[in-house]
């Protein structure tokens, strides 16, 4: 009887042993223990990106053409926790971002860690990439270390692109759909007073040209 018990107990105890282990074993084979993660991000981002910028408010290049690296400057404030921004300064949480503007995504930076999300990223820094990651770092390259939530406004994303901009430099800015108007306003109105004038007052026009334009911009701006 007692005998029996020990028995029954011990192939229990037994029994029980086996289905931790199995359970365990096939967690560990089938990496249960791990957020599961597909190997390629296929999100087609930059044409997503483009139709969105189309959609809403002044183009990323008009922001670009009217803001202020300064105003950037401020903002950046806010990446100084992770980010040196000055040529040679350290990594730290984050790399420096000297010269960031137009290099290759997640390359270089004096070997900083990348996630393989944004080292494996195509593509290199242009205007376009650079406001969707700033917009949402999660949802430009899901698996990124940079634990920020982006900037939410277009004019912020804008102005701190300027200001790494400032820093380093990069390719030229893109030409702004409504700035092109008044330069060329500005020069027929310079080519007006030199040659033959149509207009009189050829020398004035030449004078408010750009302004007029520039602070109709800015309302339109301001009212988004
Ligand atoms: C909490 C820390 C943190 C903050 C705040 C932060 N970043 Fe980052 N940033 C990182 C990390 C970490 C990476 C590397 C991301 C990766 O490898 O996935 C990174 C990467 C970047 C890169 C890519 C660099 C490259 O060479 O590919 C840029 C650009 C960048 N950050 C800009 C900014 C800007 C601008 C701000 C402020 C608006 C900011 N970051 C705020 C941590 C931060």
């Known amino acids: ?82 980010h040196t921004i000055e040529q040679g300064g350290a990594n730290g949480i984050g790399p420096n971002l000297f010269a960031t503007v137009g290099e290759p995504i997640g390359k270089g930076k004096a070997g900083f860690a990348f996630s393989s999300d944004l080292a494996g990223h195509d593509g290199a820094w242009t205007y376009e990439n650079l406001d969707a990651w700033l917009k949402s770092p999660k949802a430009f390259a899901p698996g990124t270390k940079m634990t920020f939530a982006g900037l939410g406004k277009a004019e912020d994303r804008a102005n701190v692109i300027l200001y790494l901009m400032q820093n380093g430099g990069g390719p030229p800015l893109p030409a702004p759909p409504a700035a092109e108007p008044a330069e060329d306003a500005a020069a027929a109105a310079g080519d007006a007073a030199a040659g033959p004038a149509t207009e009189p007052g050829a020398d004035a026009a030449g004078a408010v040209a750009q302004p007029q334009p520039a602070a109709a911009a800015n309302a339109a701006t301001a009212n988004d």
């Open 1 to 82: 009887m007692n005998d029996n018990f020990n028995t029954i107990a011990g192939w229990t105890l037994f029994a029980g042993i086996v289905a931790l282990g199995l359970s365990i074993g096939s967690g560990l084979y089938f990496q249960a223990d791990k957020p599961h993660r597909p190997h390629e991000m296929g999100f087609p981002i930059e044409g997503v990106v483009e139709a969105g910028a189309a959609e809403e408010g002044p183009a990323l290049a008009t922001l670009l053409a009217e803001g202020d690296p300064a105003q950037g400057q401020a903002i950046f404030a806010k990446c100084t926790a992770c």
